[in-house]
């Protein structure tokens, strides 16, 4: 076997242990997730009151909280309109005062705290949401330009200039995911402090909080990465195929 052979399976190898890991991160969140959703908070007011009161307290008055509908929550989820200066909250999460619901919106809390604080690149998390899946699209290209050098005849032109496309798609997405990484990060941490300055969660619970937003930053982490990876990994199993077929 030749050394890239070799050296393919090395890498697939550790992408497979990458995927396994992954597996376990997003299962331990989402562990974490639903219990601290079963954990009813003492004080059952809906969480827009939450939010404002929140918001209140970091002097953010004018940042409103907008509960949005079922449908309008599949495609936005819980987010922050830097355009608006509004936090929208999804109909689960609003209707359930948990622990994990008030995580989320502390979440979205700090986000809108660090716009009003000027703190640049947070318009990645915006786009992020949206472009994340673009390093998938490497796959179809480099698809395209294979048939179209196959059905040609010709010496991989087509593959090459469709994987550069694929590439630079692929790196502008991944430095956008970066950039939004970095800001989601510092959005959990402050609110990780935000719910354990305010004081309602006894030590056990303080404990399970601070893994809970421990496993959330390893997972913005995670889906950073995840589609770029399976690109490559999807990649490598099509080109130690073709070797496998071109040495019968």
Request: aromatic share 12%; hydrophobic share 55%.
């Amino acid at each position: 076997m030749s050394p890239l052979l070799i050296g393919i399976l090395i890498v697939l190898g550790i992408l497979f242990i990458f995927a396994i890991v992954v597996k376990f991160i997003k299962w331990n969140a989402n562990r974490m997730t639903t219990w601290f959703s079963i954990k009813k908070l003492e004080i059952d007011k809906p969480m827009k009151e939450y939010a404002e009161l929140l918001l209140d307290e970091k002097g953010l008055v004018d940042v409103k909280v907008k509960n949005i509908g079922f449908f309008a929550s599949i495609f936005i989820g819980n987010t922050y309109s830097l355009k608006k200066k509004e936090i929208r909250l999804a109909w689960f999460v609003a209707r359930h005062p948990s622990v994990t619901t008030l995580a989320q919106v502390c979440r979205l809390v700090s986000i809108a705290k660090m716009h009003s604080e000027g703190v640049k690149g947070l318009k990645a998390i915006e786009l992020n949401r949206w472009l994340n899946w673009l390093p998938i699209l490497f796959i179809p290209l480099v698809l395209i330009g294979l048939i179209i050098d196959l059905l040609g005849g010709g010496i991989g032109l087509y593959t090459i200039i469709f994987s550069g496309i694929g590439l630079v798609i692929a790196i502008f997405s991944l430095t956008l995911s970066l950039i939004a990484m970095k800001k989601e990060r510092r959005a959990y941490d402050m609110g990780y402090k935000i719910i354990s300055e305010m004081a309602i969660l006894n030590e056990q619970e303080e404990n399970k909080i601070k893994k809970l937003f421990s496993a959330w930053k390893k997972l913005v982490v995670i889906n950073t990465f995840a589609n770029l990876f399976q690109a490559i990994f999807f990649i490598l199993n099509l080109i130690f195929a073709i070797f496998r077929i071109g040495r019968r």
